[in-house]
């Protein structure tokens, strides 16, 4: 009764969460933080960042040498992270 009075859905936190938040690599260079993501948040959620000019495009790109060079992602998943997420969230 509350959720239909206030014109709230049944869903419940975990639809909402996978259909409307991405999350990105800016400010979590290392492993474990995308390793927590990856279990909390579907693979095509997850977005490379860098919020330039605060953080070194070195260390990020480093980074993402050292998440290929873990096998914590598939090559498949790895571009997804890359490129694949945010062109197709930006529709690009």
Known sequence: MFSRRWGLSDRDFMDVWNENFWITTSGMFDL?????????????????????????????????????????VSPEQFEMICSGNAKKLLRI
Do not use: H, Q, T
Not at 38 to 54: A, N, T
């Open 32 to 72: 474990p933080s995308l390793e927590c993501c990856l279990k909390v948040c579907s693979e095509d959620r997850i977005l490379y960042s860098l919020d330039y000019p605060f953080e070194d495009p070195k260390e990020g790109a480093d980074f993402m040498v050292e998440v290929e060079r873990s096998g914590l």
